[in-house]
């Protein structure tokens, strides 16, 4: 009977330990799960923000684009422009009183 006894004690030390550790593993694994969540969350905030500036860089090549057509414009009114007064300056000479 002290045989069945000691077989029972120690089979009851026995699952105490396992019942600690399928605590801790339990704990572990919650554990886990509230970090992959929070991944989960970041990646998709992080997500949210890089399409924020894929949209912000996209306004700004636009307004580059817009920029360089201006510049360009202008270059060619500065051309006209230059040709015109240079046109006025030889009409002009034609009248210059010596």
């Known amino acids: 009977m ?3 006894a000691k077989k ?3 089979l009851g ?3 105490k330990e396992v019942e600690s550790t399928m605590n ?3 704990n572990i694994i919650a554990d886990a799960a509230k970090i992959a969540n929070q991944t989960a969350e970041d990646a998709s905030n992080g997500n949210s923000k890089t399409k924020d500036v894929i949209m912000r860089i996209d306004t700004i090549n ?14 060619a009114a500065a051309e006209h422009l230059a040709k015109r007064a240079e046109s006025l300056s030889l009409s002009l000479a034609q009248f210059k009183t010596s």
Request: net charge positive; aromatic share 0%; proline share 0%.
């Open 62 to 75: 636009k307004l580059s684009m817009t920029n360089a057509r201006s510049v360009e414009e202008i270059a």
């Open 24 to 26: 801790k593993t339990v």
């Open 8 to 10: 029972l004690e120690e």
């Open 2 to 4: 002290s045989k069945s």
């Open 13 to 15: 030390k026995r699952s």
